[in-house]
């Protein structure tokens, strides 16, 4: 009898365990896009980037902007930056420009020793958190996209689903 009991216990486990990873896992990728300043101007910023060259988001009018809010402790965020930087070489040449804005407390002490390990191939910058609330950053990784005038026209709050984010890459870029 304790056998059985004990092989039913497990099963019940293993499929509460299954309906939680398929119902609340939180690196699902289906996180929707979110709302903050769609259709607003993005704000303007000019931070340093890790050789102090300024990197003013107005420079980049003309072009879609692909804005990245991140940090090297984030999970989520370290899984992206592989995706981001493949999306940034696959549509640069129509006109994506990507800037990842690292919100460590610590600053470029510990995010230049970070992309030392885990190197980008777009323009990295540290902000802080007023800079975060001015983007309305309500959790991590922040992607956006600002269109070529500079209003904010996608986001999504999560690790971004790179085929989905992709598509609407594309559809900034048509715009």
Not at 21 to 34: C, D, F, G, L, N
Not at 79 to 103: F, M, N
Not at 145 to 169: N, P, Q, S, Y
Request: net charge negative.
């Amino acid at each position: 009898m304790w056998r059985l009991s004990s092989r039913m216990t497990v099963a019940a486990i293993l499929l509460l365990m299954t309906v939680w990873i398929v119902t609340a896992w939180p690196e699902r990728q289906t996180s929707p896009a979110v709302d903050m300043r769609i259709g607003t101007p993005a704000p303007e910023f000019a931070l340093e980037d890790a050789d102090g060259v300024a990197i003013r988001l107005g420079d980049y009018r003309g072009q879609v902007v692909m804005l990245n809010f991140w940090a090297t402790w984030c999970t989520g965020c370290k899984l992206e930056l592989p995706w981001l930087t493949a999306l940034q070489e696959e549509y640069e040449h129509r006109g994506l420009v990507s800037i990842g804005v690292a919100l460590d407390d610590e600053g470029w002490s510990v995010v230049k020793p970070f992309l030392a390990t885990h190197p980008v191939g777009y323009h990295v910058v540290v902000g802080d958190w007023a800079l975060a609330d001015r983007y309305d950053v309500v959790g991590l990784p922040l992607t956006m996209l600002i269109d070529r005038e500079g209003k904010v026209r996608a986001a999504h709050l999560g690790v971004i689903d790179r085929e989905a984010w992709a598509t609407e890459i594309q559809r900034v870029l048509d715009l």
